[in-house]
């Protein structure tokens, strides 16, 4: 079992960054891949980035391209997402996932898929 802890949630004032940090209680370097997902009020999950382990391949969802950068430090066991340009509509309460050693296409994208999770970083973006 993974353990994952978030941490690096705040309030920022739009155009500020701010780069979140994902811990794993263990070797992460199996997983298939990890994730940062987020959920504002009244709404659903929403995927945000994902790495791949084995790759580093990376996924954006279209509203945080050239914005948001997904990294991973396998030394540390950590994985971040680092936030720029952030807008008010980046507030939400933001997790980090993981989706253990799979065979075959795994949709990266679905919150379905993962397996762990953290208990979430709040960042709030003020206009």
């Known amino acids: 079992q993974v353990q994952l802890v978030e941490s690096g949630g705040g309030l920022v004032q739009a155009g500020g960054s701010l780069r979140l940090s994902c811990a794993a209680s263990?070797?992460?370097?199996?997983?298939?891949?990890m994730g940062w997902f987020r959920q504002a009020p009244g709404t659903e999950r929403e995927f945000v980035a994902s790495?791949?382990?084995?790759?580093?391949?990376?996924e954006y969802t279209d509203s945080v391209k050239g914005r948001f950068t997904i990294s991973r430090d396998n030394a540390q066991n950590v994985v971040y997402l680092q936030m720029s340009s952030l807008k008010p509509e980046d507030t939400a309460v933001y997790y980090c996932?993981?989706?253990?050693?799979?065979?075959?296409?795994?949709?990266?994208?679905?919150?379905?898929?993962?397996?762990?999770w953290g208990q979430g970083t709040r960042v709030t973006v003020s206009s």
């Open positions: 790495i791949l382990w084995s790759t580093a391949n990376t």
């Open positions: 263990r070797r992460i370097s199996s997983v298939y891949a």
């Open positions: 996932a993981a989706i253990s050693p799979q065979s075959g296409w795994v949709n990266v994208r679905s919150w379905r898929m993962y397996d762990h």
